[in-house]
């Protein structure tokens, strides 16, 4: 069975960086797509950014695009969100999803496994 794993979350001031990473475990990272969502209190669910199985074709969604970078590392089924320039209204529980489509998408429904969530918090 897949499990996903989030860790790197925290509190950050505005204008500051975290690094969010997801350790994939019981198959290879290299047969998924992942992406990353996240959920603020009282909001829907939004797509943040994706990667796909093969790595290097990947979405942004357009509040994040520019200051957001998603990379993988198969050797360690690591994949990793790079947060910079953060604003308050990127405070949100943040989680990633697989997939085995060949491609990503921004859509949460396309993604049968996801991991537990972590919370990032954007605020003096």
């Known amino acids: 069975q897949l499990q996903l794993v989030e860790s790197g979350g925290g509190l950050v001031q505005p204008g500051g960086s975290l690094r969010l990473s997801c350790v994939v475990s019981?198959?290879?990272?290299?047969?998924?797509?992942i992406g990353w969502f996240r959920q603020a209190p009282g909001k829907e669910r939004e797509g943040v950014s994706c990667d796909s199985r093969g790595g290097g074709n990947t979405k942004y969604a357009d509040s994040v695009q520019g200051r957001f970078t998603i990379s993988r590392d198969n050797a360690k089924d690591t994949v990793y969100l790079q947060m910079n320039r953060l604003k308050p209204e990127d405070t949100a529980d943040y989680y990633c999803a697989a997939t085995r489509g060949l491609y990503c998408s921004l859509y949460g429904d396309d993604y049968y496994d996801w991991g537990q969530g972590i919370l990032v918090t954007v605020s003096e």
């Open positions: 019981g198959f290879p990272l290299d047969h998924y797509a």
